[in-house]
């Protein structure tokens, strides 16, 4: 059972969120809220994801899981406009979800949840150095790097975190000190990322003021921030480029 | 499950084996290490398939998609990634190299747990799977990254292979020969009960898991199942027809249609069609499975025969004005009234649930007649077509200018005590058909060839000449019927008169080479300046002889397409 009321920007940043990862997803719903596990089809980005009762409006759930198709919600949610609020009721019997948004009501069909990719294990990592800063900074960062390269470099040494991306003739780079993060954890990492991925993460990751970044020496990066107001939470797991032996 | 790196390492074994005994041997030794789960796949893998061909399914896989997989997987760039391709001539090599180098290769998930799990031949498989189902929007993104999973949950070695089964080209030489004779040997079964299962299942996957699980009383078990299709029996040109009647005694003698050969699938009120390739055509043909249904008098049935499209008259149409019925999407129902089809029926391979292929041909005929009631509705009709036993020569001369003169290719000789073996071209279905002509044609566009000739050119754009202007008209393109050191010899020549101008990959030749090309028919056509194009062009040989102004002239080739005509 699901009813449910949220603010619809709120909602289509979450589904933008999700759809960096995959195109359908498996819903866990449950009294506390909502949850999805996601891996890429390639293996190597995962997100997982949270939003709280806290966040709606109107929350009211049992335990049960569903299979949405990102593209489609997304659209929907193109017409609606910021301050709307998105009423939503699951129709378990006919596998449907009833969406009422600006005065349209729309009738979506799920997907069977057995056809979507099963919730992937998450490896259990030790990530010496953290990272705290403004997403719009690492934003900024990529967007200079996609500029010259398809992937970028990043590291802590001493106590200056740094981004950088070489091309075939150009590099570009950006440090940070302590003085210029929010917060720093200081240790051995350096590692390489594909643009690809980090483009699209960086895109909902840039509201965020604060975005940790936990990373180690050739080992993959988890990018964590809040969304709706601290009621809700994504984190990014990437895997990274790596010598192969 | 099977780790993949047993495939790749029997393939790699077999490479470098170039006796097919030896082949046999590893292959039925893979076979036998196989899990039966897995032996339908890996069946195929090896024989250079994904799917069964019968399943209509396509992997859809192009040499665009793999390369950009390949480059997000290990950073090279799709640059160098072509540029590599065409100095090794081969996708796999390519790939071993490109994962092989000390380059920072994309890591998954796979690698940060501590048993770091083994790619097995059922996920690569799935993979496959995904990559062909997918479809709609961000559908390339979602291939591509399943292709990257493989390239990067792979050893290089193991690369190498999923590359190019990715192309559906393993270049390791096992056929359906050798595959038929390793299910024997891995499992102990005679080859001879192996071959027959095959004919009824058309599927060497389900044969292979059959025999391991079951050996001889399951292989024995397997039979023609309805909406299967079944691969069709086939015919060879026989040099000297007239000496094979006087061998058979009496042969059978039908009309060999203008058309394009259809299996008929009944099953109660369900009509499904196949064509020549065994892809369901089925919704293209609402006419054809409309006209089954009301006709065909039997709970079950596999029919063989020819549709052709014809006229308001009923006199058969252009054989492309078939395909363009077979290949419809849209706008079915219009193009249905508009090329009114004729389907005739010559055999029947399975009838109310019992296999009828080891029948002598003259039962089976029996069969066919019982339950096909002919009929003729405005121009669309089925029947079964005529067939006449005999063995005097003058009456088979006479039968084949008949069938000639209503516009038809030629005459089928069938021995009338032959069973029907499906993909099986024998003495059994001879076809005589008048000869092919030939034209000599200019070579003006060069295409650079894919895989195995791709550092070469692989295909040839030929013209006609136009003496009052001293232009060259073309008339299509020929890439058959050239061998391997032929097409380095044309490679060698072309090259030095390429000019750098090129449209959709097709650059200008300077007209100075003369090919003599091979054809069954000139068609009218809207493609090419000449208005028509060559229908099974193959390339015959090099005129070193003639210069391009004695190549033949447009109005030679006006004058083949009327005769053709004239035939009708």
């Known amino acids: 059972m699901l009813k449910a009321a949220i603010n619809a920007e709120l909602l289509k940043d979450s589904i933008a969120a999700l759809a960096v990862i995959v195109d359908e997803v498996r819903f866990?719903?449950?009294?506390?809220?909502?949850?999805?596990?996601?891996?890429?089809?390639?293996?190597?980005?995962?997100?997982?994801?949270?939003?709280?009762?806290?966040?709606?409006?109107?929350?009211?759930?049992?335990?049960?899981?569903?299979?949405?198709?990102?593209?489609?919600?997304?659209?929907?949610?193109?017409?609606?406009?910021?301050?709307?609020?998105?009423?939503?009721?699951?129709?378990?019997?006919?596998?449907?979800?009833?969406?009422?948004?600006?005065?349209?009501?729309?009738?979506?069909?799920?997907?069977?949840?057995?056809?979507?990719?099963?919730?992937?294990?998450?490896?259990?990592?030790?990530?010496?150095?953290?990272?705290?800063?403004?997403?719009?900074?690492?934003?900024?960062?990529?967007?200079?790097?996609?500029?010259?390269?398809?992937?970028?470099?990043?590291?802590?040494?001493?106590?200056?975190?740094?981004?950088?991306?070489?091309?075939?003739?150009?590099?570009?780079?950006?440090?940070?000190?302590?003085?210029?993060?929010?917060?720093?954890?200081?240790?051995?990492?350096?590692?390489?990322?594909?643009?690809?991925?980090?483009?699209?993460?960086?895109?909902?990751?840039?509201k965020a003021n604060e975005v940790t970044l936990s990373l180690g020496r050739d080992f993959p990066i988890l990018i964590d921030f809040e969304i709706a107001n601290g009621a809700g939470k994504v984190s990014y797991l990437l895997a990274p480029r790596i010598e192969s032996d | 499950m099977t780790s993949f790196n047993e495939f790749a390492e029997t393939c790699k074994a077999i490479e470098k084996i170039s006796g097919s005994i030896e082949t046999t041997r590893r292959v039925a030794e893979l076979l036998r290490k196989v899990e039966v789960e897995e032996l339908p796949l890996t069946t195929h893998f090896i024989m250079s398939e994904v799917f069964p061909a019968w399943s209509g399914k396509q992997l859809g896989i192009g040499t665009s998609l793999l390369y950009m997989a390949l480059s997000k997987a290990s950073g090279a760039s799709v640059k160098s990634i072509e540029a590599l391709?065409?100095?090794?001539?081969?996708?796999?090599?390519?790939?071993?190299?490109?994962?092989?180098?000390?380059?920072?290769?994309?890591?998954?998930?796979?690698?940060?747990?501590?048993?770091?799990?083994?790619?097995?031949?059922?996920?690569?498989?799935?993979?496959?799977?995904?990559?062909?189902?997918?479809?709609?929007?961000?559908?390339?993104?979602?291939?591509?990254?399943?292709?990257?999973?493989?390239?990067?949950?792979?050893?290089?070695?193991?690369?190498?292979?999923?590359?190019?089964?990715?192309?559906?080209?393993?270049?390791?030489?096992?056929?359906?020969?050798?595959?038929?004779?390793?299910?024997?040997?891995?499992?102990?079964?005679?080859?001879?009960?192996?071959?027959?299962?095959?004919?009824?299942?058309?599927?060497?996957?389900?044969?292979?898991?059959?025999?391991?699980?079951?050996?001889?009383?399951?292989?024995?078990?397997?039979?023609?199942?309805?909406?299967?299709?079944?691969?069709?029996?086939?015919?060879?040109?026989?040099?000297?027809?007239?000496?094979?009647?006087?061998?058979?005694?009496?042969?059978?003698?039908?009309?060999?249609f203008d058309g394009a050969r259809i299996q008929v699938h009944k099953n109660g009120d369900s009509v499904m069609l196949f064509s020549r390739k065994l892809e369901n055509v089925t919704n293209s043909l609402p006419d054809l499975v409309d006209i089954v249904r009301k006709h065909v008098k039997a709970e079950s049935a596999i029919l063989d025969g020819e549709a052709v499209a014809v006229d308001e008259k009923g006199k058969p149409r252009a054989f492309q004005e078939i395909l363009k019925r077979f290949r419809r999407k849209y706008d079915v129902e219009e193009k249905a009234a508009s090329i009114p089809i004729q389907l005739n029926l010559f055999d029947i391979m399975y009838l109310n649930g019992r296999t009828l292929i080891d029948l002598p041909l003259l039962e089976r005929r029996k069969a066919l007649l019982s339950c096909v009631e002919n009929s003729v509705e405005n121009s669309r009709s089925i029947a079964v077509d005529e067939q006449v036993i005999t063995g005097d020569l003058e009456l088979v001369e006479k039968i084949y200018h008949e069938a000639l003169r209503a516009g038809h290719e030629g005459i089928m000789v069938k021995n009338p005590e032959s069973v029907y073996s499906?993909?099986?071209?024998?003495?059994?279905?001879?076809?005589?058909?008048?000869?092919?002509?030939?034209?000599?044609?200019?070579?003006?566009?060069?295409?650079?060839?894919?895989?195995?000739?791709?550092?070469?050119?692989?295909?040839?754009?030929?013209?006609?000449?136009?003496?009052?202007?001293?232009?060259?008209?073309?008339?299509?393109?020929?890439?058959?019927?050239?061998?391997?050191?032929?097409l380095k010899e044309l490679t060698d020549m072309v090259l030095g008169l390429m000019g750098g101008e090129e449209v959709k990959g097709v650059f200008t030749v300077r007209p100075e080479i003369v090919f003599e090309i091979a054809f069954e028919e000139i068609q009218k056509s809207p493609n090419y300046d000449s208005g028509y194009a060559l229908r099974f062009p193959r390339f015959i040989g090099i005129r070193l002889d003639k210069s391009p102004e004695e190549a033949d002239p447009v109005q030679r080739v006006e004058r083949v397409y009327s005769q053709q005509l004239k035939r009708l």
């Open chain 2, 422 to 486: 499906p993909g099986k071209r024998g003495k059994n279905w001879l076809k005589k058909k008048p000869l092919m002509e030939t034209l000599d044609l200019v070579v003006v566009g060069a295409e650079w060839g894919f895989g195995r000739r791709a550092n070469l050119l692989g295909s040839y754009t030929v013209a006609c000449y136009e003496p009052d202007t001293s232009r060259f008209l073309r008339i299509g393109k020929v890439g058959t019927g050239i061998n391997d050191e032929q």
């Open chain 2, 85 to 256: 391709v065409r100095t090794t001539g081969d996708i796999g090599e390519t790939a071993l190299l490109i994962l092989k180098e000390k380059r920072k290769n994309q890591a998954t998930f796979s690698t940060f747990f501590e048993e770091e799990p083994e790619l097995s031949i059922s996920e690569v498989y799935e993979r496959f799977r995904k990559a062909s189902e997918v479809s709609g929007k961000g559908s390339q993104n979602v291939k591509i990254k399943n292709l990257q999973y493989l390239f990067n949950s792979s050893s290089p070695r193991e690369a190498k292979y999923i590359a190019r089964l990715a192309l559906e080209e393993l270049r390791v030489g096992v056929g359906e020969g050798v595959v038929r004779d390793a299910i024997a040997k891995a499992f102990d079964v005679r080859v001879e009960v192996v071959e027959h299962a095959y004919m009824v299942t058309n599927d060497l996957g389900i044969v292979a898991a059959a025999a391991k699980e079951g050996g001889l009383e399951a292989l024995q078990k397997l039979g023609i199942e309805i909406n299967r299709p079944i691969k069709l029996m086939l015919s060879q040109i026989s040099p000297d027809v007239e000496a094979e009647i006087r061998d058979m005694k009496e042969a059978a003698i039908e009309w060999k």
């Open chain 1, 28 to 206: 866990k719903i449950s009294q506390e809220g909502i949850s999805v596990k996601a891996v890429d089809p390639a293996n190597v980005a995962m997100g997982i994801f949270e939003l709280r009762a806290e966040a709606f409006d109107e929350y009211n759930a049992d335990e049960c899981e569903i299979g949405i198709d990102l593209n489609k919600i997304s659209d929907l949610l193109g017409l609606a406009d910021k301050t709307d609020t998105v009423k939503m009721e699951l129709d378990e019997n006919s596998q449907k979800l009833l969406i009422d948004v600006g005065g349209l009501s729309y009738t979506l069909s799920l997907l069977d949840p057995s056809t979507i990719r099963a919730e992937p294990r998450v490896p259990q990592l030790e990530l010496p150095v953290k990272v705290v800063l403004n997403g719009l900074d690492l934003r900024r960062a990529v967007k200079a790097s996609e500029k010259i390269s398809d992937h970028m470099l990043m590291g802590v040494s001493d106590d200056t975190f740094y981004m950088e991306a070489k091309g075939d003739t150009d590099k570009v780079r950006l440090e940070m000190g302590r003085d210029q993060l929010i917060d720093l954890k200081s240790g051995d990492a350096c590692s390489l990322f594909s643009l690809d991925y980090l483009s699209e993460i960086v895109k909902p990751a840039n």
